[in-house]
């Protein structure tokens, strides 16, 4: 970028988000794609975030909310199979969490710095019932 | 496909119709509109001809001019050949996008029927909506009458829509003066017009799927820059040149010749009028009146506003001795816009040359032969003395007492 001049790019306010012809672009997972460097998947906004959404495996059960709503297709889901967070491009909004159905939640926001190990080891346990007395 | 519209060599047309008849012989793709006097016309006769089959295309009613040109800014980038019309305070309405569709490169031909922008609220025409659009990066044809009109739509689509160009074009005519007075206008059959302009080639389109593109992006101190730069090269660079071609192929089809600067009367002249729009011919028939006396007055035109043609210009007035730039728009605070760009084209050339600035026919006042032959005659006295014998700016056709500047 840096040798160009007023001269040398394509003219108009345009970008290229693919290298080359895109034609098959949606079945290409989005590691796989040739995005190029003008690309928004190119550039990390993990810098925005002050809070980060945390993943609990325990309780999830696949319902693929989180994965619907989430803005900025932030959330890796693998065959409707929930896999994880890409914290490249999560911008912290909290949204996945909001829309968690579980009890306990299995997406909860923590500080950006929290060790996810520790994180999880605080997690709310799930209520056990109780037969209530008559 | 949309239906020939049979025409007569020589049809009886205002300037909207003239215009009406461009786009359609254009095979626009898509018209986006939000009608306002004086401009009304050109889209509801387009939308007539859609009606009864004469176009293949997409009309768009949008809620405002804003939206209008919006409107068009998206057909455009999604890559079809799209034009509008508008004037007065609905060109004002549409400015913030005219800068986004000159920006983001986009061919859009825009029909402006100059008319005054109130307060006082006026209808009628005069060149303060034309003045408004000059830094907006569009291409500004000028119009004196309905022939023009259709013609000049035509050069702008084949020009605007060039790959080494594309930049947006505006074609103006006098709101009422032309668009609204019938005049004899010859024509071009459907297929012979749509040859002159040409297929329209796609660009970075967004209905390209295989090659998707992001338009309107943003850049800051970055790159925004270079972007501007690209683009007033190619205005400055690109444009005039394939205007010429335009014009020399618009001739060898037609016989019609029209060109960057228009003069008359000008090979020995000692005294200029410089003006613009309805206003060139009646300029015209005066220094006929003053020839037939024995006085040496000529006329220029501008034809093409921007880009204005800097060097073009001075050549053609480089042997007067007293030139009067008339400008059509108050100029709330300075001299008239014409009056700047001729200081701007002459003060490097050595000339003597005695340059004065006169405001006239705002809100559609007329110009009167008698004023215009007032104007020589001081021109003459300026040419004799070698220097302004009246102050550099004055009001003409004015009621009251006489308003002058400087």
Known sequence: ????????????????????????????????????????????????????????????????????????????????????IDYDHCKGCGICVEVCPTTPKSLLMFPEQKDEEAALSEWPKKEKKEAKEN | MAELFELHDIEVWDGNMAASHALRQAQVDVVA?????????????????????????????????????????????????????????????????????????????????????????????????????????????????????????????????????????????????????????????????????????PMNDMLDLDHPV???????????????????????????????????????????????????????????IVCMGTSVETAEEVSNELRAQGIKAGVVGIRIFRPFPLEQIADVLKGCKAIAALDRSSPNGTVGALFNELAGALFNTGTHAVLTNYIYGLGGRDL??????SIYRDLQANAEAGCPTTSLQQFTGLRGPKLSFF
């Open chain 2, 368 to 373: 009167t032969k008698s004023s215009l032959h």
């Open chain 2, 214 to 272: 992001t338009h309107g992006a943003q850049t800051e101190e970055d790159w925004h820059f270079e972007h501007k730069a690209r683009q007033h090269h190619a205005l400055m660079s690109a444009v005039l040149p394939k205007i010429q071609e335009a014009f020399d192929a618009l001739k060898a089809l037609t016989g019609r010749q029209y060109n960057i600067v228009e003069s008359y009367n000008m090979d020995d002249a000692d005294i200029a």
């Open chain 2, 33 to 201: 509109a939000y009608p306002i006097t004086p401009s009304t016309p050109i889209v509801e006769n387009y939308a007539n001809f859609m009606a009864n089959g004469y176009v293949d295309g997409e009309f768009v009613m949008a809620e405002s001019e804003h939206g209008a040109m919006s409107c068009c800014i998206g057909a455009s980038a999604a890559g079809g050949r799209v034009a509008t019309a508008t004037s007065s305070q609905g060109f004002a309405l549409m400015l913030e996008t005219l800068y986004s569709a000159s920006g983001m490169r986009l061919p859009i031909v825009l029909n402006v029927v100059n008319r005054a922008i109130g307060a006082p609220l006026n209808v009628n025409g005069d060149h303060s909506d034309m003045y408004m659009g000059r830094d907006s990066g569009w291409i500004q044809i000028d119009c004196y009458n309905p022939q023009d009109a259709y013609d000049m739509n035509l050069v702008a689509f084949r020009v605007s829509e060039d790959h080494d160009i594309r930049l947006p074009a505006m074609v103006h005519q006098d709101g009422f003066m032309t668009s609204h007075t019938a005049q004899r206008v010859k024509t071009l059959a459907d297929d012979v017009a749509y040859k002159f302009i040409g297929e329209f080639k």
């Open chain 1, 1 to 84: 970028m840096v040798e160009n001049g007023w001269d040398t790019f394509e003219i108009g306010t345009i970008l290229r988000p693919f290298e080359g012809p895109a034609s098959d672009v949606a079945n290409i997972l989005p590691e796989d794609r040739s995005y190029t460097k003008s690309n928004s998947f190119s550039v990390s906004v993990a810098d925005w975030r002050i809070e980060k959404p945390l993943f609990n495996k325990e309780h999830c059960i696949d319902c693929q909310f989180c994965w619907i709503y989430c803005p900025d297709m932030s959330i890796i889901s693998r065959d409707k199979k929930m896999i994880g």
